[in-house]
Nanobody, 115 residues
Framework: QVQLVESGGGLVQAGGSLRLSCAAS????????KGWYRQAPGKQRELVAF???????IYAESVKGRFTIARDNAKNTVYLQMNSLKPEDTAIYYC?????????WGQGTQVTVSS
């Protein structure tokens, strides 16, 4: 069984930075695709970024150049460095692990960006 625990969310002013972390239990971390998603109030959950087991990264257009996803396989942890934050980045951020057809989700961490 895989468990994901996110941390690092909080309140920040526009233009500021936050780093989210997601620690995973289990043994599939290094062979999984690891992603961050977010859900704003009244909106659907959307992909922010993901990194494959081979290290390929993909970003949503809205965060390109501002966010960076990285993983540390030795620590079973995936990170999301968020710079130049905007009020529209306000959402609950969820960590995701995908292996084949199976998805695992964290409980989410709130990010609030004030203008």
């Amino acid at each position: 069984q895989v468990q994901l625990v996110e941390s690092g969310g909080g309140l920040v002013q526009a233009g500021g930075s936050l780093r989210l972390s997601c620690a995973a239990s289990g043994t599939i971390f290094s062979i999984s695709t690891k992603g961050w998603y977010r859900q704003a109030p009244g909106k659907q959950r959307e992909l922010v970024a993901f990194i494959t087991s081979g290290g390929i990264t993909i970003y949503a257009e809205s965060v390109k150049g501002r966010f960076t996803i990285a993983r540390d396989n030795a620590k079973n942890t995936v990170y999301l460095q968020m710079n130049s934050l905007k009020p529209e980045d306000t959402a609950i951020y969820y960590c995701n692990l995908q292996r084949g057809n199976v998805n695992y989700w964290g409980q989410g961490t709130q990010v609030t960006v004030s203008s």
